[in-house]
């Protein structure tokens, strides 16, 4: 611990193979969500030491896309482990950096190590190929093309609040196997649980400088970063704005970014009614709200509708709300900004006529889960994000209907259809505007070897284990002309 921290729970940045301390001076102080204490300080990493750690990274990048891959991948089945032994100790930090339940702060750590390890397979699964130049008209079998996959150099890694642990692997893990250097700059909330993230892949025998962290204020040092010559790919996962901006002022530098969703969840008339509202509360609820996955929006008619209120609301009643140190479902907000906004969606919605079916309750950054009825589309509530626990209901005539209030989002991530006819469902599917459909199932990111993606506002690129690879890696080519003079 004292290589990451000291007695004061002073985080330090993982720079050329050691903590160290920014130059600044200056700490930012991180308090939990759940009750106001001190989970620690993490630096406040200064411009000139971003360049130094660029230039780190540039230095040792040619060592690391040497090493055989079943070496790069030794080291993620070596963190995998690390992770799994510190997996007690990593979850109660989640838990109280970011408020999430205990179950879910194991689950996360658990299925992190079980990403490192399915991307060290897929990393040995890498492989080139030939291509003959006959097959193209006016070719010739003298001509061959051999293909294989590079790395891109450094990747700039930018995770979010919500699953520092996970997310930051999802980038970092596909990067490293592709023979990438990488640097990491968590959000500043959930900066401490990556930092554990980090230490635990560099303790499985990183060589120095292939992974580095950088922490401090987006608002001080992110355009920086972002827009450092040394970045050769930037792989975002936050909010809609703050991506649409990077890609703004990014250049000519390959992105991936993962961004929000307005994800709804389409009820027909034919469908299991008690098992849709399983999996849709499940859905909507499980960690507040605070995914981009959630569901975010129900869209049904009102043939069935009366109906499924009525067991959402049963179900909701069922959460419990309050400390995740009491296993509580529910847990306070990231913030009271977050509040904030989630309570004035409910009171816009309310003003608008709106009926609240159950929630609207809020104890600071407590918001209570929230069931709202006979939502239409002149409410915020139907095409903002709440990221929050807040569920509304907006009643539609038919399909067609259905599918034109979907796809009127300015996001694209996912949808759920409920059905028993997989005929309709398929038809409703092919549809709709987002990156992926669920059928007979909940909004949600796995299994993490899925491809991941959303259109419009919702990202750009796919992950995905092995779409992740393939983003931060890029095709080489060289063709072997033979002739008279070629030596064999």
């Known amino acids: 611990m004292s290589e990451i921290c000291n007695d004061k729970l002073e985080y330090k940045n993982l720079i050329h ?23 620690g300080g993490v630096q406040a990493v200064t411009k000139d030491e971003v360049d130094d750690i660029v230039q780190f990274s540039k230095a040792n990048f040619d060592a690391w896309s040497e090493v055989p891959i079943f070496e790069k991948a030794d080291i993620l089945y070596r963190a995998a482990e690390l992770l799994e032994e510190r997996e007690e100790e990593i979850a109660n930090i989640l838990m109280m950096e970011i408020s999430k339940d205990k179950k879910s ?26 291509v ?62 990556a930092l554990h993230l980090v230490k635990a892949i560099n303790d499985a025998g ?61 009820v027909l008339e034919d469908a299991d009614l008690e098992f849709a509202a399983n999996n849709i509360v499940d859905g909507a609820f499980s960690y507040s709200g605070q995914r981009c996955t959630a569901v975010k929006r129900i869209i049904t008619t009102d043939k069935v509708a009366d109906q499924l209120v009525d067991m959402l609301k049963v179900r909701i009643e069922k959460l419990s709300v309050g400390d995740p140190r009491e296993n509580a479902q529910i847990t306070p907000l990231i913030d009271n900004k977050s509040a904030d906004f989630a309570e004035s969606l409910i009171n816009d919605a309310i003003n608008k006529g709106a009926k609240i079916v159950i929630g609207n309750k809020r104890k600071d950054n407590l918001i209570y889960p929230t069931l709202i009825d006979y939502v239409t589309d002149e409410m915020e509530i139907a095409w903002k994000e709440p990221f929050s626990p807040i ?67 919702s990202g ?15 095709p080489k080519a060289i063709t072997v002309n033979v002739t008279d003079h070629t030596i064999i």
């Not at 050691?18 to 106001?36: A, C, N, Q, R, Y």
């Not at 950088?214 to 920086?224: A, F, L, Q």
């Not at 750009?460 to 890029?474: E, F, L, N, P």
């Open 206 to 266: 990183l060589p120095d400088g292939v992974l580095q962290t950088v922490t401090g204020k987006g608002s001080e040092i992110g355009d920086y970063i972002v827009t450092h010559e040394g970045i050769d790919f930037i792989n975002f996962t936050g909010s809609t704005e703050i991506g649409q901006h990077i890609s703004k002022i990014s250049s000519m530098t390959p992105l991936l970014l993962e961004l929000g969703g307005k994800d709804a969840a389409i």
């Open 105 to 130: 702060s194991i689950s996360e750590v658990k299925r992190t190590a079980d990403f490192l390890r399915f991307t060290a397979d897929a990393g040995k699964s890498m492989k080139g190929s030939a």
């Open 391 to 457: 569920l509304p209901i907006i009643r539609v005539n038919n399909i067609s209907e259905a599918i034109e209030i979907a796809n009127r989002s300015e996001y694209g991530l996912q949808s759920s259809v409920f059905t028993n006819d997989i005929n309709k469902a398929f038809s409703i599917a092919e549809k709709l505007e987002v990156g992926t459909v669920q059928i007979n199932n909940k909004t949600e990111r796995g299994p993490d070897h899925f491809p991941f993606l959303g259109v419009k506002a």
């Open 17 to 39: 193979g050691e903590w160290v301390s920014s130059k600044s001076g200056k700490l930012i102080k991180i308090s939990s969500p759940v009750d106001g204490s001190f989970i």
């Open 460 to 474: 750009m690129g796919t992950q995905g284990v092995k779409y992740s690879i393939d983003a931060m890696t890029r």
């Open 132 to 193: 003959s130049g006959e097959n193209f008209p006016g070719g010739s079998r003298n001509k061959l093309s051999y293909v294989k996959r590079v790395p891109l150099g450094t990747v700039l890694a930018i995770s979010p609040f919500n699953y520092p642990i996970n997310l930051s692997a999802s980038k970092i893990a596909p990067a490293l196997i592709g023979g990438n250097t990488v640097i990491l700059k968590p959000a500043t909330q959930g900066a401490v649980s």
